[in-house]
């Protein structure tokens, strides 16, 4: 039987600026089953990314429940959603978010300072992600002297530094020409072949052919 490792609950959420509320997501159920390759599609301001940090424990939803793991996370006080995230979740951004000063693999090994992995294990294992996104060979060289699509795959093994179960990627590929998109999305099907929870925002309709179920965000809801 399929397990359920996501659930989000009838949530919402509103963002107040000003004299202004914008209802990003006006109530949102969901179900993501363990292993499997989900893509999130819609326009441009209608919830996609406020969708994604809600799941992934980033911010909280005004109402509504989210659950992940089983753990329902507005249960959770700050410091245990922080651990949920780092033992569970690896994040990858539009924009690759690299310490700029740091090394590859010291921007692999920041992932794991947080989650308690002895410091002598951390070099190895962050080659050893490096080499799963096919960079072993870059890992003394710095962001700027990595392309755009060398940087995400950096991006993509910092967040698979401590083996998360579930991966959220918001247009990982955005920034990216279509040969490096190519090598990232060949990189999330063998990890999903792996057994990973993939969850991917994007605009390209290969993906979207190639994901096992769609998600359509339209005015902060789900359009059937
Ligand atoms: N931190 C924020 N503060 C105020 N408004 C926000 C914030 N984040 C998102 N929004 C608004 O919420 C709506 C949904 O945004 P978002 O989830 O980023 O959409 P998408 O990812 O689909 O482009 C938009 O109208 C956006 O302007
Ligand atoms: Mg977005």
Known sequence: MNETIITAEKATKSYVTGS??????????????????????????????TLMHLIGGLD????????????????????????LRGEKIGFVF????????????????T??????????????RALDMLSQVGL?????????QLSGGQQQRVAIARALANNPEILLMDEPTGNLDSAAEAEVLEILFKLHRQGKTIIIVTHNSDIAARAQHIIRVKDGRIAP
């Open 20 to 49: 202004v509320t914008t209802h990003a997501l006006r109530g949102v159920d969901l179900s993501i089953e363990k292993g499997s390759f989900t893509c999130i599609i819609g326009p441009s301001g209608h919830g996609k990314s």
């Open 60 to 83: 909280r939803p005004n109402s509504g429940t989210i659950t992940v793991a089983g753990r329902e996370l507005s249960r959770l006080d700050n410091s245990s959603l922080a651990r």
């Open 94 to 109: 539009q924009f690759f978010n690299l310490l700029p000063g740091l090394t590859a693999r010291e921007n692999v090994e």
């Open 111 to 124: 992932a794991m300072m947080l989650s308690g992995v002895p410091e002598k294990e951390q070099a190895p």
């Open 136 to 144: 072993a060979d870059k890992a003394d060289a710095r962001p700027n």
